[in-house]
């Protein structure tokens, strides 16, 4: 009885390993809140580089190397994107909710951060104001803090790829709803 009590606890502990809430240093809490607030002022001034500086460069290389072109070139291509996009759509409000994040750790124990974020676009007459509700995945890198959106499956499979530890993680998935005034 005692061999299957143990056995039991075992295999709990190993399925809850990845859903352990992972600890954090005052000083790494505040270099991700800064580094949230940077991305925020970023993504409010439309500036796709500063928002870019926030995707680990592993992953940037990655989507680089995928598309065979260099990174500072994948960066040029993001922000005339996103200025063609902008000239259709507004972003409206978007906002990271840090107090609500929930710090966890891979079953390798790599720490990382989930983090609600709400977006507001108003599409104009095309589709009117909607709101994305996601998370976004706080990743520390050695000393560095950086932010992935995780509701792109794209995305993910390129992080899983660089960065196995993730290969096991299920982030949640976002929503779209049209924003009703």
Same mark, same amino acid.
């Given at each position: 009885?005692?061999?299957? +009590?143990?056995?039991?606890? *075992?295999?709990?502990?190993?399925?809850?390993?990845?859903?352990?809430? /992972?600890?954090?240093?005052?000083?790494?809490?505040?270099?991700?809140? /800064?580094?949230?607030?940077?991305?925020?002022?970023?993504?409010?001034?439309?500036?796709?580089?500063? @928002?870019?500086?926030?995707?680990?460069?592993? @992953?940037?290389?990655?989507?680089?190397?995928?598309?065979?072109?260099?990174?500072?070139?994948?960066?040029?291509?993001?922000?005339?994107?996103?200025?063609?996009?902008?000239?259709?759509?507004?972003?409206? *409000?978007?906002?990271?909710?840090?107090?609500?994040?929930?710090?966890?750790?891979?079953?390798?124990?790599?720490?990382?951060?989930?983090?609600?974020?709400?977006?507001?676009?108003?599409?104009?007459?095309?589709?009117?104001?909607?709101?994305?509700? *996601? *998370?976004?995945?706080?990743? +520390?890198?050695?000393?560095?803090? &950086? +932010?992935?959106?995780?509701?792109?499956?794209?995305?993910?499979?390129?992080?899983?790829?660089? &960065?196995?530890?993730?290969?096991?993680?299920?982030?949640?998935?976002?929503?779209?709803?049209?924003?009703?005034?």
């Amino acid at each position: 009885m005692l061999k299957r +009590l143990l056995a039991a606890a *075992s295999l709990v502990a190993a399925l809850a390993a990845p859903a352990l809430a /992972a600890e954090f240093t005052a000083e790494q809490l505040e270099g991700l809140a /800064a580094r949230i607030e940077s991305f925020d002022a970023a993504m409010q001034a439309s500036d796709m580089s500063e @928002v870019m500086d926030v995707v680990p460069p592993k @992953v940037l290389d990655q989507i680089a190397a995928k598309f065979n072109v260099t990174t500072e070139q994948l960066i040029e291509a993001t922000q005339q994107q996103m200025d063609q996009v902008l000239k259709d759509v507004n972003i409206v *409000s978007f906002g990271m909710d840090l107090e609500a994040a929930e710090f966890l750790e891979t079953a390798d124990g790599t720490p990382y951060a989930l983090i609600p974020t709400e977006t507001v676009i108003d599409m104009g007459e095309a589709g009117g104001k909607q709101k994305a509700s *996601s *998370s976004t995945l706080g990743l +520390l890198d050695e000393d560095t803090w &950086y +932010l992935v959106r995780v509701e792109d499956a794209q995305q993910v499979a390129i992080l899983k790829e660089v &960065y196995p530890a993730f290969a096991d993680v299920e982030f949640p998935t976002g929503s779209m709803e049209p924003v009703t005034e």
